[in-house]
């Protein structure tokens, strides 16, 4: 069965750091381009950033370049999203997703996106 587990969120104070971590089960994600995207209350799905199957090309979203990147280790069949100087309007439930089209590059557009976790919570509060 093909599964992707989100992990690493939590309660974290403005300015403060998480490191959000997608392991996938039944499948090899190097086979997959993975994207992270998040949905606040009320709000649509936004995608936040992505990364190719072996790591060539990346895409951010504008609102959060210069504090997130994401990276991706093949061996361990996971990819990492490293959220820097975070923002109350970085709360939101943050998924991640795997593409089997777009391996060599990929896009920051939901409907690509073939598999997805169920998400996890992350709230930015003082």
């Known amino acids: 069965q093909l599964q992707l587990v989100e992990s690493g969120g939590g309660l974290v104070q403005p300015g403060g750091s998480l490191r959000l971590s997608c392991a996938a089960s039944?499948?090899?994600?190097?086979?997959?381009?993975i994207g992270w995207f998040r949905q606040a209350p009320g709000e649509e799905r936004e995608g936040v950033s992505c990364i190719s199957s072996i790591g060539e090309n990346t895409m951010t979203a504008a609102s959060v370049q210069g504090r997130f990147t994401v990276s991706r280790d093949n061996a361990k069949n996971t990819v990492y999203l490293q959220m820097n100087n975070l923002k109350p309007e970085d709360t939101a439930v943050y998924y991640c997703?795997?593409?089997?089209?777009?391996?060599?590059?990929?896009?920051?557009?939901?409907?690509?996106?073939?598999?997805w976790g169920r998400g996890t919570q992350v709230t930015v509060s003082s």
């Open positions: 039944g499948f090899t994600l190097d086979d997959y381009s």
């Open positions: 997703a795997a593409d089997r089209l777009l391996v060599r590059l990929c896009v920051l557009k939901a409907g690509q996106y073939d598999y």
